[in-house]
């Protein structure tokens, strides 16, 4: 494998994820590679987790800020033991949620062997456990921690499946692992345990209710006062990456549209169209039954669909914020958000 081959001029190979691409991927990533692979939320970028080098490529293809930290993947509670500190309260939510779509961001230990580059250099690390048969072959054959950010390029709309990545990172990566859609179809939820209170960081896959079931006690917002957001003395942000513009489409969205306006597209929510709906120029329903989980999952593959079909502006119906719709209404009011050199 070419492992020193600039970024464009790389050949991206689309495996189906059969036994012969588990086997590539672990010898590609320990050749100090990038492989996109599928997790229950959406498909991740994987890199070695102790390689500085690999991740320097990793945050290249995706053209990511490097002061953004990436997410360290293992199979196991006992693994994210090797990497950080688990508090009573992490404890807790890693024994009711792993595997599965929850991020725990924990006071990194610092024989952890993961690369500063992957933490950005704060004194923290956000550390998962997915629960997908693929991910979790590769971690366990692979035996290291692997950093996984969305397989998307910087700022753009996280891939629900491998067609994505390769419409994103095509040429820039060495490997696609194609495991079919993902079922979850929005990113982990982050919840940091570094004090006394757990914060929500970012809403996801897993709804907040189930979190503040587990713990007996509602998550602190992400707005509580700056110290307690720390862990230690560094002015690096907490959660650096919720940049308000993020997942962008092309297109402009217009959120709790209650009515088509002439030339937009519509991207819908329940059994009934609002006003003007059949005129619209092109139209996708995230949940003609109103779920929440169907909406999830359907959201990135829609909102791609549309931008695509040449709208220029996407009138979004609301979406109630129980359940998942908290994920949902937060990824669609950053892709809503004004970005710079744009109206
Ligand atoms: O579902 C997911 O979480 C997917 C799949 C592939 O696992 N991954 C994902 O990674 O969404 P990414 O890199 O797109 O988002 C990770 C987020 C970023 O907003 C980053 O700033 C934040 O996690 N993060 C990472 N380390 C952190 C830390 N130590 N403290 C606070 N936030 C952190
Ligand atoms: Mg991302």
New binding site residues.
């Given amino acids: 494998m070419r492992t020193n081959a600039t970024r464009i001029d790389r050949a991206t190979r689309v495996m189906p994820a059969d036994a012969e691409a588990i086997d590539a991927a672990v010898r590609c990533l320990a050749a100090g590679g990038l492989v996109a692979l599928p997790?229950?939320?959406?498909?991740?970028?994987a890199a070695d987790a102790t390689n500085g080098r690999a991740i320097a490529r990793l945050y290249d293809a995706k053209g990511?800020p490097a002061f953004?930290?990436?997410?360290a993947?293992v199979t196991d509670v006992a693994a994210a033991r090797r990497l950080a500190c688990l508090d009573a309260a992490a404890e807790r939510l890693a024994a009711a949620f792993w595997p599965g779509?929850l991020?725990l961001?924990?006071p990194?230990d610092r024989g952890s062997g993961v690369s500063d580059l992957a933490?950005?250099g704060?004194d923290?690390?956000?550390v998962?456990v997915?629960d997908h048969p693929v991910?979790q072959r590769i971690l366990a054959m692979f035996g290291k921690p692997v950093?996984?950010?969305?397989?998307?390029r910087s700022g753009h709309l996280?891939p629900t499946t491998a067609a994505h990545v390769l419409a994103d990172l095509g040429g820039r990566i060495d490997l696609i692992v194609d495991g079919g859609r993902t079922a979850?179809g929005?990113?982990?939820t982050?919840v940091?345990c570094l004090g006394e209170h757990p914060l929500l960081?970012?809403p996801?896959?897993l709804p907040r209710d189930a979190i503040e079931r587990a713990l007996g006690a509602p998550l602190a917002p992400v707005s509580e006062p700056a110290a307690s957001l720390r862990a230690g003395d560094t002015e690096?942000?907490?959660?650096?990456?919720?940049l308000a513009s993020h997942y962008a489409p092309n297109a402009m969205l217009r959120l709790d549209a209650d009515e088509v306006r002439a030339g937009e597209a519509l991207l819908a929510f329940g059994p009934d169209l609002p006003h003007g709906g059949d005129q619209a120029t092109a139209r996708l329903n995230l949940s003609v039954g109103a779920d929440p989980v169907e909406a999830a999952a359907n959201l990135f593959s829609h909102l791609r669909t549309l931008d695509r079909s040449g709208a220029t502006i996407i009138a979004v119906m609301p979406v109630p914020h129980e359940g998942l719709g908290e994920a949902i209404n937060d990824r669609l009011a950053r892709a809503a958000a004004p970005r710079p050199g744009r109206g």
């Fill in positions: 997790t229950e939320t959406v498909y991740g970028l990511r953004n930290p990436l997410i993947h779509p991020t961001v924990l990194l933490t950005a704060l923290t690390i956000a998962r997915p991910a950093v996984a950010p969305s397989a998307n996280s979850v929005v990113e982990s982050i940091a960081l970012r996801g896959g690096a942000p907490l959660a650096p990456g919720l």
